[in-house]
């Protein structure tokens, strides 16, 4: 038995404002829309992971979600344009990553990361 992919399910009373953070800004596309529950992914084949974990490193609180991108300097100012508020960095971390905390639309802290 293999388990071949794992959703991060996120609440929301109206999956439309998912569209400028997710699709947007992150630059996922839009899979499936039907109307009570939109997917965003993205075309790069993933590998299946969970964390667990105590703390969000550097003493942060530990995110909903985490977001590796290829340019975190793009994403950040997509961010800071759309008046999204940045709650932690950006910083460069001692195990290797360059990464910043923000919330989505649904209050979800998300860890937006790019490894150096």
């Known amino acids: 038995m293999k388990v071949m992919r794992i959703v991060s399910n996120v ?23 039907h109307g009570w529950i939109k997917t965003y992914s993205s075309d790069i084949e993933m590998t299946v992971q969970i964390s667990v974990a105590s703390e969000g490193g550097s003493g942060t609180a530990v995110p909903d979600l985490s977001i590796e991108v290829d340019d975190l300097d793009t994403v950040l100012d997509r961010m800071v ?27 979800k802290l998300v860890n937006v990361l790019m490894h150096e």
């Open 11 to 33: 609440a929301a009373v109206n999956t439309d404002e998912a569209k400028v953070f997710y699709e947007s800004i992150l630059g996922l596309s839009l899979i499936m829309d």
């Open 81 to 107: 344009a759309e008046n999204i508020n940045i709650e932690y960095g950006p910083v460069s971390e001692p195990w290797g990553v360059r990464r910043f905390f923000v919330r989505d639309p649904f209050g």
